[in-house]
């Protein structure tokens, strides 16, 4: 199978440091320059599979998790890292107009007491979002890696939605912008602090399944050792009843031995089926989308409150506002002296 994770991983890898592969269904055949024969220490040319009998079949290299020449491409990649920037292309599409955006504004955002009006007319612009590409180390019984793949606001730190990812995540990016429009920087440490938080959600999430899968693997191995355990005392048990009384003593030593050793081997047991995890950041990108700024005011009464939104194009909805007090990602309200968030009023309220 090359559709395998890894194995693909490592075709990709290859292939971008100037090998030749022809991926067929099961397995792919591999011409190495003479850097790579070097470095992953293979011949220069070679079949490669993860699927154990199609390697037998067809005399290929098992590449599969844990395989010197799999690791050694993973941190070459690793202590390489994979940074830039990139732009989504201007959409040749009419962009909506600033009536359409009022109103979508008061249906998607909402302010409570407040209503959104327009303050000026959208303005284009470039709006961050931070792709970070991560390896992921489980330890369960065996040793494994995964990819993941986080995609966050890079001003708020928020996780895109999942719509935005796929969108993000299959644009052809441009080096430089094709226009002259403004470009937003991003907030590269809260952005990347909400990677990561998304990362370690996502991973212990898939830690929690992987236990659960494993549950009666764990329980089938301590009911072996439990038996075999349960067996030699019982032997002991045995041997004890008739045998004389120092001879005893000897055995009730033995037994005592045999228990405190059952305990220690089932918390080994259950300690195997305790995942671990390990997230390596390899890749971090700053991808750039088309938007329209959009100043607007909120009012309550005779209060006006000034506001920006932004509109993503290719997603056709707004960035999360964050609150223009304390800059977190929450519900806002028009108080009766400013536009803050309901964690602000909590706190307002409690001062
Ligand atoms: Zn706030």
């Not at 950041?281 to 309550?300: D, I, M, Q, S």
């Amino acid at each position: 199978m090359i559709a395998d994770g890894p194995l693909r991983f490592w075709l990709d890898y290859v292939e971008r440091e100037g090998a030749l592969c022809e991926r067929k269904s099961e397995f792919a055949e591999v011409l190495l320059p003479s850097n790579l024969q070097r470095s992953l220490q293979l011949p220069e040319a070679l079949r490669v599979t993860s699927d154990p009998e199609v390697a037998a079949a067809e005399s290929a290299l098992l590449l599969m998790p844990g395989h010197a020449a799999l690791d050694a491409a993973a941190s070459e990649v690793l202590s390489r890292g994979d940074v830039g920037r990139g732009y989504v292309p201007w959409p040749a599409s009419a962009a909506p107009t600033a009536t359409t955006l009022i109103t979508q504004a008061r249906e998607n955002i909402g302010v409570e007491h407040g209503r959104i009006d327009l303050d000026r007319d959208p303005a284009p612009i470039y709006y961050p979002f931070l792709r970070v590409g991560a390896l992921v180390t489980y330890t369960l019984d065996d040793r494994f890696v995964e990819r993941e793949e986080a995609c966050v606001d890079a001003r708020a730190g928020t996780l895109a939605t999942e719509d935005l990812r796929r969108r993000i995540l299959g644009s052809s990016l441009i080096g430089v912008a094709d226009t002259h429009h403004t470009t937003l920087g991003p907030e590269l440490g809260r952005a990347i602090a909400g990677a990561h938080a998304a990362l370690c959600e996502r991973t212990a999430l898939r830690s929690r399944t992987l236990e659960r899968q494993a549950q009666s693997a764990l329980r089938e191995e301590c009911v072996r050792v439990d038996a075999y355990y349960a067996a030699a005392l019982a032997s002991l048990a045995a041997r004890s009843e008739s045998a004389e009384a120092r001879r005893q003593t000897l055995l009730d030593a033995q037994a005592e031995a045999t228990r405190l050793e059952h305990r220690r081997r089932v918390q080994e047991i259950e300690l195997k089926f305790r995942v671990t995890r390990e997230i390596a950041p390899f890749r971090l990108h700053v991808v750039f989308l088309p938007a329209l700024a959009l100043n607007v005011v909120v009012r309550r009464g005779e209060r006006r409150y000034p506001l920006r939104l932004d509109w993503l194009l290719p997603a056709a909805r707004f960035a999360t506002p964050c609150c223009p007090r304390c800059n977190t990602c929450a519900p806002l309200i028009a108080g009766r002296s400013s536009l803050h968030c309901r964690g602000c009023s909590t706190d307002a309220m409690s001062a």
